[in-house]
């Protein structure tokens, strides 16, 4: 089992920007996919990003396309979410994960994922 632990979020404007960034520890983390999931107060947890295990093949959520980046960084067992542009509509608590394959379908559920961090909030004022 991997152990993963978020931060990075806040309380910013809409229009402003936020980096997440997500520690991993425990089983090898490198050699598996990795991702990144919300959830908004009420609502399911949704797919926002995802990312193969050499950091080359990255999938995004149609919603946050063009303004999320997520990349990671093996060497330091860390994968970041870059989110610009952020509005209201972002706010939620984001969820890291990690799976147990090298890479993940372009649209991948929760179930493609075996551990889970333990969130952190971001909220996104008008």
């Known amino acids: 089992q991997v152990q993963l632990v978020e931060s990075g979020g806040g309380l910013v404007q809409a229009g402003g920007s936020l980096r997440l960034s997500c520690v991993a520890s425990?089983?090898?983390?490198?050699?598996?996919?990795a991702g990144w999931f919300r959830q908004a107060p009420g609502k399911d947890r949704e797919f926002v990003a995802a990312?193969?295990?050499?950091?080359?093949?990255?999938y995004y959520a149609y919603s946050v396309k063009g303004r999320f980046t997520i990349a990671r960084d093996n060497a330091k067992n860390t994968v970041y979410l870059r989110l610009n542009s952020l509005n209201p509509g972002d706010t939620a608590v984001y969820y890291c994960?990690?799976?147990?394959?090298?890479?993940?379908?372009?649209?991948?559920?929760?179930?493609?994922?075996?551990?889970w961090g333990q969130g952190t909030q971001v909220n996104v004022s008008s």
């Open positions: 994960a990690s799976s147990r394959a090298p890479v993940v379908s372009a649209a991948p559920g929760t179930s493609d994922f075996s551990s």
């Open positions: 425990g089983r090898t983390f490198s050699i598996y996919a």
């Open positions: 990312i193969d295990w050499r950091g080359l093949i990255a």
